[in-house]
């Protein structure tokens, strides 16, 4: 099955710099990335996700790039701020299993924005 | 929409006893997922359904962890009977029709087992 790294496991910035997370998977086949944002003590929530037919896709702040190669994507935050403090988790799905696309998730990234 | 409604929102209870978590996926989702997340090993899907029926049950850790979707609008995880190294937050989340990316949690319900 697909194994996700996911690093670094913390994450400290001052507000207004730039945030890189990285996460590698083990299974060629996977073509869905998603990026999960959870707040402490709420629900994670999808943020951005990528498939494999870009390399890369952005959303005001955020962006995620996707090198399938080297079987490595990154999320990428700019300008942060206090309220993107939270743990973000990468994910890679492998394709349809039984007609749904089954996200394995990494462990998790808990980003610490400082005022 | 209220999205995906589960409960209790939080159970605490004695080793043994069996527990019981609630799951409303959103109407007209066909696909729900149980996860479980701990410190330890992050967020672990336990078990998917598609239609109501099962599909992969291959995370459910042991015979003591059951789920049921009777029927859309409703699914339950039991653990019976529990044990400490149960406590976790629980999640359910739902996904709409074959093919559909994005999966949709629940608040999660937090188990403390004693």
């Known amino acids: 099955g697909e194994n996700v790294e996911q690093h670094p496991s913390t994450l400290s910035v001052q507000e207004g710099d730039s945030a890189v997370i990285k996460c590698t998977y083990s299974?060629?086949?996977?073509?869905?990335f998603p990026w999960y944002k959870q707040e402490l003590g709420k629900r994670p929530q999808l943020i951005i996700d990528i498939r494999s037919n870009v390399g890369e896709k952005k959303d005001q702040r955020i962006a995620v790039t996707l090198n399938k190669t080297a079987k490595h994507f990154s999320l990428h935050i700019t300008e942060t701020q206090p309220e993107d403090s939270a743990v973000y988790f990468c994910a890679a799905s492998e394709g349809v299993r039984g007609g749904s696309y089954i996200p394995t998730f990494g462990r998790g990234t808990s980003l610490i924005v400082h005022p | 929409d209220a999205g995906v409604i589960q409960s209790p929102r939080h159970e605490v209870t004695e080793m043994g006893q069996e527990v019981t978590l609630r799951c409303k996926p959103i109407?007209?989702?066909?696909?729900l997922f149980w996860y479980r997340q701990t410190m330890m090993r992050g967020l672990e899907l336990l078990i998917y359904f598609n239609n109501n029926v099962p599909i992969d049950d291959s995370g459910m850790p042991e015979d003591r962890f059951s789920a049921k979707m009777p029927n859309a609008s409703f699914s339950t995880l039991k653990i019976q009977p529990s044990e400490p190294r149960d406590s976790a937050v629980y999640f359910c989340?739902?996904?709409?029709?074959?093919?559909?990316?994005?999966?949709?949690f629940g608040p999660g319900t937090r188990l403390t087992v004693t």
């Open positions: 109407s007209g989702h066909n696909s």
């Open positions: 989340a739902s996904k709409a029709g074959t093919g559909a990316y994005e999966q949709y």
């Open positions: 299974d060629s086949a996977s073509n869905y």
